[in-house]
């Protein structure tokens, strides 16, 4: 089954997560610092990319679906910019300021497309601010087909149990990139996509396939989620769900940079299922677009046209 584009266009996913803005020092290295053996770098371009959950909202919109964001970021240049790059991209936007936030900036420094060094830019936000977000997220999730949360561990979604309650209240699917050690809060969400090191945080080590899908099935049970989806890198990725398991091989002929692809797969997911897709059915075409954005340099996004071609 494939994926209608004027489906698509109807379809709207509500984002909601850590928003980060990405910024890009490029440059050219010609020698060796005499003050301390590191490179020196001599910027020549500069460049900004909406990153973390906001660029999973981007990514819905690339691949022809519509997109709103909800997250909070500081009343500074940060947040000023990263709020102006999200309109021009025709992302909904509702942002929550707050003043005592320092907008999550990531800084990397390229020297040859290599990456020598990041510098990141971040402190947690108010609780009163994340509060907020569940008034304005019970308000928008009816007019949405589905509902995504993007966590990247930055304290954004420390709600995010009473907005999973009032989604799945309104019919929604409910899909989670998850982060850390307990995954307690994602409980009743429809799918939640950790990678296998985020997996392994929760469930331990396993040493064949079996072990893995009794600890993948334990975890998805505990949870009540209908399904769990691994995302294996150069394997694949793998489905658990009450029929059993559906594994997925990887797709990506070379791989340049894996910045932002879970990124890519979610909000392909997401935005699958909002049209109507099952989620065995979206599998596939998710997994095609993570190894298409692997091939690419930094924070990246899939088209329509790209998928299907």
């Given at each position: 089954?494939?994926?209608?584009?004027?489906?698509?266009?109807?379809?709207?996913?509500?984002?909601i997560?850590?928003?980060?803005?990405?910024?890009?020092?490029?440059?050219?290295?010609d020698r060796?610092?005499?003050?301390?053996?590191?490179?020196?770098?001599?910027?020549?371009?500069?460049?900004?990319?909406?990153?973390?959950?906001?660029?999973?909202?981007y990514?819905?919109?690339t691949?022809?679906?519509?997109?709103?964001?909800?997250?909070?970021?500081?009343?500074?240049?940060?947040?000023?910019?990263?709020?102006?790059?999200?309109?021009?991209?025709?992302i909904?936007?509702?942002?929550?300021?707050?003043?005592?936030?320092?907008?999550?900036?990531?800084?990397?420094?390229?020297g040859?497309?290599?990456?020598?060094?990041?510098?990141?830019?971040?402190?947690?936000?108010?609780?009163?601010?994340?509060?907020?977000?569940?008034?304005?997220?019970?308000?928008?999730?009816?007019?949405?087909?589905?509902?995504?949360?993007?966590?990247?561990?930055?304290?954004?979604?420390?709600?995010?149990?009473?907005?999973?309650?009032a989604?799945?209240?309104?019919?929604?699917?409910v899909l989670?990139?998850?982060?850390?050690?307990?995954?307690?809060?994602?409980?009743?969400?429809?799918?939640?996509?950790?990678?296998?090191?985020?997996?392994q945080?929760?469930?331990?080590?396993?040493?064949?396939?079996?072990?893995?899908?009794?600890?993948?099935?334990?975890?998805?049970?505990?949870?009540?989620?209908?399904?769990?989806?691994?995302?294996?890198?150069?394997?694949?990725?793998?489905?658990?769900?009450?029929?059993?398991?559906?594994h997925?091989?990887?797709?990506?002929?070379?791989?340049?940079?894996?910045?932002?692809?879970?990124?890519?797969?979610?909000?392909t997911?997401?935005?699958?299922?909002?049209?109507?897709?099952?989620?065995?059915?979206?599998?596939?075409?998710?997994?095609?677009?993570?190894?298409i954005?692997?091939?690419?340099?930094?924070?990246?996004?899939?088209?329509?046209?790209?998928?299907?071609?």
């Open positions: 089954m494939k994926p209608s584009k004027k489906k698509l266009a109807q379809t709207r996913v509500l984002v997560g850590d928003a980060m803005l990405d910024r890009y020092w490029h440059g050219s290295v060796i610092s005499p003050e301390a053996p590191v490179p020196v770098v001599r910027v020549t371009r500069e460049e900004e990319r909406i990153g973390a959950a906001a660029n999973v909202a990514n819905v919109v691949l022809g679906a519509r997109a709103s964001f909800l997250g909070v970021v500081g009343d500074d240049e940060a947040g000023h910019r990263l709020e102006a790059m999200l309109r021009q991209t025709g909904e936007t509702y942002l929550k300021r707050d003043k005592s936030l320092r907008t999550t900036v990531k800084l990397r420094v390229i040859r497309q290599q990456q020598l060094l990041r510098l990141d830019f971040e402190n947690e936000p108010d609780h009163e601010s994340l509060a907020v977000q569940i008034g304005s997220f019970a308000r928008l999730v009816p007019a949405h087909d589905a509902a995504l949360f993007s966590d990247y561990g930055k304290g954004g979604l420390a709600h995010i149990g009473s907005m999973i309650l989604a799945r209240a309104a019919g929604k699917p989670i990139d998850p982060k850390g050690s307990d995954y307690s809060p994602y409980r009743g969400a429809t799918v939640i996509t950790p990678n296998r090191v985020e997996l945080q929760v469930v331990g080590a396993w040493r064949d396939e079996d072990e893995l899908r009794t600890k993948a099935q334990s975890l998805r049970e505990s949870l009540g989620l209908e399904a769990l989806l691994v995302t294996l890198g150069e394997t694949g990725m793998t489905l658990y769900d009450a029929k059993g398991q559906l997925v091989d990887a797709q990506a002929r070379e791989v340049f940079d894996v910045t932002g692809a879970g990124d890519t797969v979610i909000a997911l997401a935005a699958l299922v909002a049209s109507g897709m099952t989620l065995r059915t979206a599998v596939p075409l998710a997994n095609r677009a993570g190894g954005v692997v091939g690419k340099f930094g924070t990246a996004t899939v088209s329509f046209d790209e998928l299907l071609s």
